[in-house]
């Protein structure tokens, strides 16, 4: 009888510890597929190009680990402002809600087709650790992009809570966000 119910609990619990398990594994590469020559007389001369980022990493919380990543696409209308909350205010693809501690990646970017910037940062009890100072803020124009990408142990600290995106325009603005790091 024991043993059956020593059998139970361990299935019991590796069942649980399957059904609660989240895992967040893979590699970012940025590379250029970029064209550099220059004709020097009779000759041609080639620059070629290293990864600007080749990172891999796997699931936890130490350097070159993440264990949570947050996506969304958003459209602020004329000069309409979006705050989350790095500290919980956020939920995953999977709707779980994602407490940050460190982040260890960010990436913003806006299409083409938007006509207005989208300006990141500022805001009220902002999330400085990223820019150094809690009214600094970072443009990305339409068609742009920035990221950040800090693998260490230490990444961006999230002591302070809120990251505010914020149109420039008048015009609807659309913009992508993605966050990873650990909770």
């Not at 649980?16 to 041609?44: E, I, N, Q």
């Not at 290293?50 to 696409?73: C, K, L, P, Y």
Request: glycine share 10%; charged share 10%.
């Amino acid at each position: 009888m024991n043993n059956r119910i020593t059998l139970a609990a361990i299935i019991l619990a590796a069942a649980c510890g399957l059904a609660l398990a989240d895992s967040f594994s893979g590699r970012l590469m940025l590379y250029p597929d970029w064209t550099h020559s220059k004709v020097t007389g009779a000759s041609t001369v080639t620059e070629t190009f290293d990864s600007f980022v080749d990172w891999t990493h796997t699931s936890g919380t130490n350097a070159n680990q993440m264990n949570t990543i947050v996506r969304e696409t958003t459209t602020l209308t004329n000069s309409e402002s979006k705050t989350i909350n790095l500290a919980g205010g956020v939920t995953d693809s999977f709707g779980d809600a994602t407490t940050f501690v460190t982040v260890r990646f960010l990436c913003l970017s806006c299409p083409t087709s938007n006509t207005n910037n989208i300006t990141m940062g500022g805001g009220t009890n902002s999330w400085a650790s990223w820019c150094g100072g809690t009214n600094n803020t970072l443009t990305v124009r339409p068609g742009g992009a920035i990221m950040l990408l800090a693998p260490d142990v230490t990444g961006y600290a999230v002591t302070d809570a809120a990251l505010t995106m914020l149109n420039d325009g008048t015009n609807s603005t659309t913009y992508s966000l993605y966050i990873g790091g650990s909770e």
